[in-house]
């Protein structure tokens, strides 16, 4: 017998990262002790899991060590490998359209759409990170929405938009480097300067 509370807790409480950890867990110490547990097994869960931690050579582990027949028969496994396979091959925008092209259950769309909610942060800051400027169409692309949307999100983020050219401008974070002056630190570089001139 599996004992899956502690994942299903997980879920309930929307810790999301630690799913990939408590699912190997129970699934080494259900393996241990010999007892057959692959039909009834939350492959999908596992795996997503695994994606959502950006833990992709795991992912494809478990991928790999699922039996074809039970890969056959779930077609929500196979949706979810599905964003493995893009987020491998970094083929952004595949992502998102492996996100939205199934009919997520109960069970993982609050982890399917929290974990699209994070990509989209990341490929945004990516974005801010390397672009002072980029086209609409390009935004649109990499954060897998429409080109209206994506405009407006970037807008919300301090982004101008150029709409002649379809240009967005980049709004680079502020970075403080506000410190606060320790006297002791002061003192001992003070004393190292001193030895150093005399």
């Not at 807790?9 to 002790?33: G, P």
């Not at 091959?89 to 359209?97: F, K, L, M, T």
């Not at 101008?160 to 680079?172: A, F, H, I, N």
Request: charged share 20%; aromatic share 12%; hydrophobic share 40%.
């Amino acid at each position: 017998m599996m004992d899956l509370s502690q994942l299903q807790s997980t879920l309930a409480s929307k810790s999301y990262e630690k799913i990939a950890d408590i699912c190997d867990e129970v699934m080494l110490q259900v393996a241990s002790r010999g007892i057959a547990f692959q039909e009834e097994w939350p492959y999908a869960i596992h795996l997503l899991g695994h994606i959502y931690v950006n833990d992709l050579n795991s992912a494809r582990f478990l991928w790999k060590s699922i039996p074809q027949r039970i890969k056959e028969s779930r077609p929500e496994l196979v949706a979810a490998w599905k964003i493995g396979q893009c987020l491998w091959n970094r083929d952004y925008a595949g992502v998102y359209g492996a996100i939205r092209g199934f009919g997520w259950s109960p069970e993982v769309i609050g982890l399917v759409t929290t974990f699209s909610e994070n990509y989209t942060k990341k490929m945004f800051q990516l974005l801010t990170s390397a672009y002072s400027t980029i086209t609409v169409a390009d935004v649109a692309h990499f954060v897998g929405m429409s080109e209206d949307d994506a405009t407006n999100y970037a807008l919300q983020q301090g982004w101008t938009l150029d709409s002649s050219s379809q240009m967005l401008t980049v709004r680079k974070p502020k970075i403080t480097t506000e410190q606060k002056l320790d006297p002791s630190k002061l003192q001992r570089l003070t004393e190292f300067v001193f030895h150093l001139e005399h």
